[in-house]
């Protein structure tokens, strides 16, 4: 089976303060590509959240928006199944887990 694999951290509970990405293409069951970045969420870090996965502002500085980020992003989950943990579980659709500001990525297509 060929997928990609999703995970995020969030600064705080909102899906809209991507801190990090992380993306891993697997083809017939064998990583076939794997991609992270850091993301600027230009938001509030929770302090509860940076316990938990360790970046904070000093971290994100100088690292891209989620806008910036997004056409990378795009290339790499658009035509592709899409498994991700937890964000698609909890969001009301994949379309508002991956939004953020004016930006949504489309992992339907």
Do not use: Y
Not at 61 to 74: D, L, M, S
Not at 82 to 107: C, D
């Amino acid at each position: 089976m060929n997928f990609v694999s999703v995970n995020i951290e969030t600064t705080n509970a909102s899906l809209a303060s991507i801190c990090q990405i992380g993306i891993v293409r697997f083809e017939n069951g064998q990583i076939a590509d794997k991609w992270s970045s850091l993301i600027d969420p230009e938001g509030f870090f929770d302090s509860m959240n940076v316990s938990m996965h360790g970046i904070d502002v000093d971290d994100v500085v100088g690292a891209p928006t989620f806008q910036q980020a997004a056409t990378e992003i795009t290339l790499r989950i658009s035509g592709q199944v899409v498994a991700a943990l937890p964000v698609l579980t909890v969001a009301p659709s994949p379309k508002h887990a991956a939004s953020t500001g004016s930006r949504t990525l489309n992992v339907c297509d």
